[in-house]
T-cell receptor, first 111, second 117 residues
Framework: QKEVEQDPGPLSVPEGAIVSLNCTYSNSAFQYFMWYRQYSRKGPELLMY????GNKEDGRFTAQVDKSSKYISLFIRDSQPSDSATYLCAMKETSGSRLTFGEGTQLTVNP | GAVVSQHPSWVICKSGTSVKIECRSL??????MFWYRQFPKQSLMLMATSNEGSKATYEQGVEKDKFLINHASLTLSTLTVTSAHPEDSSFYIC?????????????FGSGTQLSVL
């Protein structure tokens, strides 16, 4: 079983839709939760970073962490065609330096 | 935000040759850099952690003699794929940690697509 599970999609939505991206994990020691956006053939770009459980909002993006369910989400409001990319979740324990990534969900926002 | 430059962005080489990929932190000094490999539609897999002035730490299953890492300065780390074979074809990405930050806020290079014929 993978430590981090992420639905690879692809996910296709119309412009303006609310997008929900999710990851589940099995390692209860994960305390840091990140979401990265990766355009084709490019390096990942950090979007959101959350410590432990709770919500965090940044513009059109909201990250949620539910440690009791080992479930994290990224919501994108008023989605735009420029949001079309692969979204990767990543997690880290308190100690150590290793980030564990999900496989990424490919999102297409259609004009 | 901090900028990490990776070069080249793509390379095609013949089987048996060696390829060097450079990763530079442009506006900060990075004591620690990381090298990842990503196969199509798969997750980023950490290959090794590169520390300035010391030997790299390789992940289990990664051949250190095949993937040579050099971090000779605070702004440059290089990954050399020696005697490359078609199975080494992949997308290689470096990342760096800015001073005063932890690994939750890594900055990534733009990646290098390696194709071995």
């Amino acid at each position: 079983q993978k430590e981090v599970e992420q639905d690879p999609g692809p996910l296709s939505v119309p412009e303006g839709a609310i997008v929900s991206l999710n990851c589940t994990y099995s390692n209860s020691a994960f305390q840091y939760f990140m979401w990265y956006r990766q355009y084709s053939r490019k390096g990942p770009e950090l979007l959101m970073y959350t410590y432990s459980s709770g919500n965090k909002e940044d513009g059109r993006f909201t990250a949620q962490v539910d440690k009791s369910s080992k479930y994290i989400s990224l919501f994108i409001r008023d989605s735009q065609p420029s949001d079309s990319a692969t979204y990767l979740c990543a997690m880290k324990e308190t100690s150590g330096s290793r980030l564990t990534f999900g496989e990424g969900t490919q999102l297409t926002v259609n004009p | 935000g901090a900028v990490v430059s990776q070069h080249p962005s793509w390379v095609i080489c013949k089987s048996g040759t060696s390829v060097k990929i450079e990763c530079r932190s442009l506006d900060f000094q990075a004591t620690t850099m990381f090298w990842y490999r990503q196969f199509p539609k798969q997750s980023l897999m950490l290959m090794a952690t590169s520390n300035e002035g010391s030997k790299a730490t390789y992940e289990q299953g990664v051949e250190k003699d095949k993937f040579l890492i050099n971090h000779a300065s605070l702004t440059l780390s290089t990954l050399t794929v020696t005697s490359a074979h078609p199975e080494d074809s992949s997308f290689y990405i470096c990342s760096a940690r800015a001073p005063g930050t932890t690994n939750e806020k890594l900055f990534f290079g733009s990646g290098t697509q390696l194709s071995v014929l």
